[in-house]
């Protein structure tokens, strides 16, 4: 951590507030705030219940795998349900409905305009709730579609669809009555994010159940969903969200558009052409696996573009995620971001595949994705809106804290047990003279330390869920000036964090 | 950036892109493969399985079996499968052609099960394409001394292709004799068993056990033919046993099928007379196999 009398130079104020026109421009955007107040919490408060559902499943799931008898007698219980539902309940019901309530938010802001018919996002919202019950009861059940990030049995996905419709019709409907002409960066992402979401869910529905195409392809078709779903939804917004939030906090424009567009671009042209890479050696055409580990290298474009950006934009800033939680979040997430897309990189390729395909190092990546780069990031998003939403500022720093620390030594300690354990069981893989029972035996040990990440994960989740309820219900400590996570010297605690 | 259209544009064309490449591209290429045969039109292969071996196929699929176990052969120059005596061949599109949903998978926690119905003792091979099995020894066989009693010499872990045709047709991972030897590994019996019970196969195992797909009932008259042998502390209380139910019976129907032994004509299998060629590093000693 830096020094604390450097901070004290730093501006700690919204770049706009100064200007002329600042107090119309509060007025219009407390107006802004208002009206996106009922769907924007309404998808928060969603997500959050579905994240807690998550996170027990999580733990479950981790605890199953190294204690196997443990409630394995009842076919709902069963590990490989919990898994897909697990799975499931992250993407569908915590990853999109906060990365849905948080791009709604920012797409208001960035357009200027209140939120019209905001019923409609309402109604969105529960119908996705009831997409997604449907497919967690479904997989429960025994109505798994047996297609990995497409479990949800077709019912719930036609509901998820309906649900989606309702809520895109209303983005679309915003950007219509969209005030001035410059789009910003962050309204690039979103919008692909909200473009590209339905035609691949579309898309991957179309050619899995409707009109399935053969054998071996619907695997592919399944990875290319399964990437894109990460890249173009998810992702898309994650880094929206960071391009508004990183600025915003520290009061200071992007460092550069030009830079922006590059990354923006190459990230859709690149990312979008992945996933085909987790095939490697399987019964398809080699090009299709080559093509998909030469995008991942060339990931490395974006990445560093965005990189690049954030960290100028950041220079000289970065002692202000000592008070700020969002930006502690953000800039964690933005951090996370470079390190999924380098891991991403170093197990495409052939060389390291042969030691970690088919191992835990999947789901170690999988996890830098969700979760230290989308998760914070939205994470940082909810710690800037949610106050703005509720008219009341966050009620405890420490839960802040803990909040914080509990996540990025969870994640962290995760990833390190589930890289380091699937080069160990990839290594007794490749050797035959083993029996490959060794092989499951040698990770173990990891897996054991798995659960105990998903534990400080467990404890992170409950503190910030119940810290939002606090929010939401006006109860506990009250303040007029905002959180910050370290005391601030006095002429910064008028800013906005 | 000024303008929708150029947006719009770009949103719409690098996505197109890649649909267009990873997904429409290939289906031209292999989304349309026939069954193969010979010139008189028999020995077709693959063909599609039965209504049992389909609903095994879904119970398979519901209870995540693919989260654990891949149903893909790599080849031998890539990776360690067919070391494992996994199969014989790598696996290929064509394979997989009458497959829905698919179940290559993607991790490994457990074995590979793309051969698991090949590893079955020969008469018990109910799969639609046997013609292939005669090339192979019965598992059973030979199994016992193979198994679990000396590991092969660190000195040639490249024991290579050629064991698969002569003496070892015993997968590496297969497990020590049960102590009461009731079932031959890989057969129906012993798949309920291993269903039922994981850990009186193999102590190590982490699979969970799929005691719901089993029944506890009273023995009328007689003993079930179907009931599983069960010894130590799974056996059931005397007077009662365990049945299969008709899900557990499918899900090894469909365990019993897997089987891509059959050649192929576009995979080099790597079959006796293609040997020398196809495993150089193959030591002269490695035909013992596990000695």
Redesign the interface.
């Known amino acids: 951590m830096p020094k604390m009398n450097s901070a004290v130079d730093i501006p700690l104020k919204e770049p706009s507030v100064s200007v002329a026109a600042g107090d119309t421009e509060q007025i219009e955007r407390a107006l802004i705030d208002a009206s996106t107040r009922v769907p924007v919490l309404m998808f928060y408060a969603s997500a959050i219940v579905w994240l807690l559902i998550g996170t027990v499943l999580a733990g479950f799931v981790s605890f199953?795998?190294?204690s196997?008898?443990w409630l394995?007698?009842?076919?709902f219980l069963?590990?490989?349900?919990l898994?897909?539902v697990h799975m499931n309940v992250m993407v569908y019901g915590w990853a999109s409905m906060v990365g849905m309530g948080t791009a709604i938010w920012l797409m208001a802001r960035l357009c200027r305009t209140t939120l019209r018919h905001p019923l409609l996002l309402v109604a969105g919202a529960w119908f996705w709730n009831i997409g997604v019950l449907l497919g967690v009861g479904g997989i429960l059940a025994?109505?798994?579609?047996?297609?990995?990030w497409l479990e949800f049995p077709p019912y719930a996905a036609i509901v998820l669809f309906v649900a989606y419709a309702l809520i895109i019709s209303w983005a679309v409907l915003m950007f219509r009555f969209r005030r001035g002409?410059?789009?910003y960066i962050t309204q690039?992402y979103l919008?692909?994010a909200f473009?590209?979401f339905p035609?691949?869910y579309a898309?991957a529905q179309f050619?899995?159940f409707v009109v399935?195409?053969?054998?071996?392809?619907?695997?592919?078709?399944g990875w290319?969903y399964a990437n894109?779903l990460l890249f173009?939804w998810l992702g898309a917004i994650a880094l929206g969200t960071a391009y508004y939030m990183i600025p915003k906090v520290i009061g200071r424009p992007v460092y550069s558009y030009h830079l922006a567009?590059i990354g923006f671009?190459t990230y859709?042209?690149f990312s979008?052409?992945t996933?085909?890479q987790?095939?490697?050696?399987?019964?398809?055409?080699a090009w299709?696996v080559t093509?998909?580990i030469a995008a991942t290298i060339l990931t490395i474009i974006p990445v560093a573009t965005v990189g690049l950006n954030h960290h100028m934009t950041m220079q000289g800033y970065f002692p202000v995620m000592r008070y700020s939680p969002t930006l502690r979040f953000t800039v964690f997430g933005a951090m996370s971001y470079t390190a999924f897309s380098i891991v991403g990189i170093l197990i495409s390729l052939?060389s390291v595949a042969?030691y970690v395909?088919?191992?835990?190092a999947?789901?170690a990546y999988s996890h830098l994705g969700l979760y230290a780069f989308f998760t914070m990031v939205m994470f940082g998003s909810m710690y800037y809106i949610v106050p703005r939403l509720v008219g009341r500022e966050w009620r405890y720093a420490t839960l802040i804290k803990l909040h914080f620390w509990a996540s990025a030594y969870g994640i962290g300690l995760m990833t390190l047990m589930l890289l380091v354990g699937g080069y160990v069981q990839g290594v007794s893989?490749?050797?035959?003279?083993?029996?490959?029972?060794e092989?499951?035996?040698s990770v173990?040990p990891y897996l054991r330390g798995r659960t105990l990440a998903a534990l400080l994960l467990t404890a992170s989740h409950f503190i910030f869920a119940f810290h939002f309820g606090l929010m939401l219900f006006g109860l506990g400590r009250t303040s007029s000036v905002p959180t910050f996570l370290n005391p601030v010297e006095a002429e910064g605690s008028e800013a906005h964090l | 950036?000024?303008g929708?259209l150029p947006?719009?544009i770009?949103?719409?064309g690098?996505?197109a892109?890649?649909?267009f490449?990873?997904?429409f591209i290939?289906?031209l290429?292999?989304?349309?493969?026939d069954p193969q045969s010979d010139e008189e039109g028999t020995d077709v292969y693959p063909l599609p399985k039965s209504g049992m071996v389909e609903r095994g196929r879904?119970?398979?699929?519901?209870?995540?079996?693919?989260?654990?176990h891949?149903q893909?052969v790599?080849?031998d120059y890539?990776?360690?499968d067919i070391?494992?005596k996994w199969g014989e061949r790598?696996?290929?599109?064509?394979?997989?052609?009458?497959?829905?949903?698919?179940?290559?998978?993607?991790?490994?926690?457990?074995?590979d099960l793309a051969n698991v119905g090949k590893r079955a003792p020969a008469e018990e091979q109910k799969a639609p394409a046997t013609a292939g099995a005669s090339v192979l020894p019965p598992a059973g066989a030979t199994a016992p001394p193979a198994g679990a009693g000396s590991?092969?010499p660190?000195a040639s872990?490249a024991?290579a292709t050629p064991a698969i045709a002569t003496a070892n047709a015993s997968p590496?991972?297969?497990p020590p004799p049960s102590p009461t030897g009731e079932s031959a590994p890989y057969s129906a019996a012993w798949h309920h068993r291993h269903l039922y019970s994981?850990?009186s196969i193999?102590d190590?195992?982490?699979?969970?056990?799929?005691?719901?797909?089993y029944e506890k009932r009273l023995i009328g008259d007689e003993r079930s033919a179907d009931a599983l042998q069960l010894t130590g502390s799974d056996a059931p209380p005397a007077g009662s046993e365990i049945v299969p139910t008709y899900d557990a019976k499918c899900l090894v129907a469909y365990l019993m099928s897997l089987d891509q032994s059959h050649p192929l004509k576009e995979v080099k299998s790597a079959g006796p007379a293609t040997l020398p060629a196809a495993s150089p590093a193959a030591s002269p000693g490695a035909g013992k196999g596990a000695k």
């Open positions: 199953k795998m190294h196997p008898d394995s007698n009842v076919g069963t590990w490989g349900r898994r897909p025994g109505d798994s579609t047996g297609y990995q002409d410059q789009i690039w919008l692909g473009l590209w035609w691949l898309a050619m899995l399935p195409v053969q054998g071996v392809l619907q695997a592919a078709i290319w894109n173009l567009t671009w859709a042209l979008s052409w996933g085909m987790h095939l490697v050696d399987g019964p398809f055409p299709m093509a998909s052939r042969r395909h088919f191992t835990e999947s789901i893989a490749n050797d035959p003279s083993l029996p490959y029972i092989s499951t035996q173990l | 950036m000024k929708l947006l719009f770009g949103l719409f690098t996505f892109f890649s649909w490449g990873l997904t290939p289906n290429q292999i989304g349309n493969l879904r119970i398979y699929a519901a209870n995540g079996c693919i989260y654990c891949s893909q790599r080849p890539a990776a360690y070391d494992r790598r696996s290929a599109p064509r394979d997989y052609i009458f497959d829905r949903p698919v179940q290559l998978g993607k991790e490994r926690m457990g074995p590991p092969p660190a872990p024991t590496a991972a297969s994981p850990r193999n190590d195992s982490n699979m969970p056990a799929y005691r719901f797909l």
